[in-house]
């Protein structure tokens, strides 16, 4: 049974950074992404990342302060998010596919995913 365990939410400053992490286990090859949900909107996509770990895709409103990585060693899926906005406020959520593609396909959509986090809030205050 896969489990996703996440961690590392919080309040900080806007413009500070925080990095949340996604404890996997039940498995060891799969897509993972992060999605995350403000108060009275849907759930959006925000970083993805491909089977082989070699290709990532991000939304746009987080490109270039973002950064999803994984480490098989602690079989672990981070999200490095920099320079924060009070706009990043969300319940961040992990997600792990297990869907066929290839070794370089990143899933952006949350039906292309099988399994998910319980979610961490993170709050950045102006």
């Known amino acids: 049974q896969v489990q996703l365990v996440e961690s590392g939410g919080g309040l900080v400053q806007a413009g500070n950074s925080l990095t949340v992490s996604c404890a996997v286990s039940?498995?060891?090859?799969?897509?993972a992404g992060w999605f995350r949900q403000a108060p009275g909107k849907d759930r959006e996509f925000v970083a993805g990342l491909s089977r082989s770990g070699g290709t990532t895709n991000y939304a746009d409103s987080v490109k270039g302060r973002f950064t999803i990585s994984r480490d098989n060693a602690k079989n672990t899926v981070y999200l490095q998010m920099n320079s924060l906005k009070p706009e990043d406020t969300a319940v961040y959520y992990c997600a792990v596919g297990v869907m066929y593609a290839p070794s370089s396909y990143v899933a952006t959509l949350s039906t292309d995913y099988d399994y998910w986090g319980q979610g961490t809030q993170v709050t950045a205050s102006s």
């Open positions: 039940g498995r060891t090859l799969y897509l």
